[in-house]
């Protein structure tokens, strides 16, 4: 049975509006693996559809953000869960299906596809150089998430020492399958993402703070009203004087994506402008701005150590599975196309992801290592 029609099944069950073909159709399906079983009792438990349209309530779609937050209060204060469905259900259960379908899978499917799978490739972790204006590069330790820059040394966030602290240009650089924080001179803290470089000064000086992003880092700027706060990419920049936001600008990527959390932006290239307010993303694509309002949640959702994909492209999940597992995908005459709702968790072996994935697009996955330990995964139908 197609999942489609699954949830089309459920949205009946829940409404009580089954006829009885399509519930004698729902009962085989949860006849068929007592996972199903089970998921299909749990929507007839209060608690559980509570929780489940809380996780909603907070990937909620920013065009929903009003409503989701009513939805909010009415499930907390303690309304019937059951009857908030039915205008919910449209929104709702489908995404949530996708997730509560989506751990069935990645804890159910394990059986399935071994072999293709057999080998182990681990999550990314804490992993970053630091290369020093002497000519220097430090590898950092990936037992400490991150480093911090003081007047006069750079040191680890669990204060051991790092390196004296030399007044120029400094970079970071995680590799694929690396993240790390560091805190700037300012007090400003960056979270870099696997595959990224930040070049940042030892110490501040002049009427503007002044940094440069390759790849993918989320910043909470330190307010300083006197000193600007900028962001130069490769197509791009972007002042704040204090505020929270996440920049995507990797080199394979079609578009420079900029989420706002907090405050507010300005984007600048060339002649354009464009000023972003909370909630907002502007995208810089051909060299011409755009903006939308967006869920935050999901963009920033991997500084908390989650993957959240909120109707993602295929083909910007596979970038994202590449970097963050240092793997390269191989497709065998098909284009990933179609797009994915749902959460996993950035410490899932790749090979559980894939079998998500597998399950609700119908592609299969090989996973292969040469001998100089480079991984590669085939994708096929």
Avoid: C
Avoid at 258 to 276: D, H, I, K, P
Avoid at 313 to 329: A, G, H, M, P, T
């Amino acid at each position: 049975m197609e999942r489609e029609q699954i949830v089309l099944l459920l949205q009946k069950y829940l409404r009580d509006t089954l006829s009885p073909k399509e519930a004698a159709q729902l009962e085989d399906w949860a006849n068929r693996d007592a996972a199903n079983r089970q998921l299909l009792a749990n929507f007839d438990k209060e608690e559980w559809l509570r929780s489940e349209l809380l996780d909603f309530h907070a990937m909620a779609p920013a065009n929903l953000e009003r409503e989701s937050a009513q939805l909010s209060r009415r499930i907390i204060g303690g309304r019937n869960v059951r009857s908030l469905y039915y205008k919910w259900l449209p929104y709702a259960v489908a995404a949530i299906l996708a997730m509560a379908i989506g751990v069935f899978f990645l804890d159910n499917d394990k059986k399935h596809n071994d072999h293709a799978l057999s080998i182990e490739v681990p999550p990314g972790g804490h992993r970053a150089t630091l290369s020093l204006t002497d000519g220097r590069t430090i590898v950092l330790n990936e037992a400490t998430e991150g480093i911090v820059v003081y007047d006069d040394r750079i040191a680890y966030r669990d204060g051991s020492a790092l390196a004296a602290t030399i007044a120029d240009t400094l970079v970071l650089t995680t590799p694929r399958g690396g993240q790390y924080r560091i805190t700037l001179a300012d007090g400003t803290n960056v979270w870099l993402n696997a595959a990224s470089t930040l070049k940042y000064p030892a110490k501040f000086s002049g009427s503007a703070r002044e940094v440069k992003l390759t790849g993918q880092a989320y910043f909470a700027v330190s307010e300083d009203k006197q000193r600007p706060f900028r962001v130069q990419t490769d197509a791009q920049q972007v002042e704040v004087l204090g505020t929270e936001f996440d920049i995507s600008a990797y080199a394979d990527d079609k578009e420079t994506r900029t989420t706002l959390v907090t405050g507010s932006v300005r984007l600048s290239q060339a002649a354009n402008e464009l000023v972003l307010m909370p909630g907002e993303q502007g995208k810089l694509r051909n060299s011409i701005f755009t903006k939308k309002q967006v869920d935050v949640n999901a963009y920033i959702a991997w500084t908390h150590g989650d993957m959240v994909f909120d109707q993602t492209d295929l083909s910007q999940i596979f970038r994202q599975l590449e970097r963050w597992y240092d793997v390269n995908f191989i497709f065998d005459n098909i284009r990933p196309e179609g797009q994915l709702y749902g959460k996993l968790s950035r410490q899932t072996n790749l090979s559980d992801v894939l079998r998500v994935i597998g399950r609700n697009t119908g592609l299969r996955f090989k996973i292969t290592e040469n001998q100089k330990g480079e991984r590669r995964v085939r994708v096929y139908k």
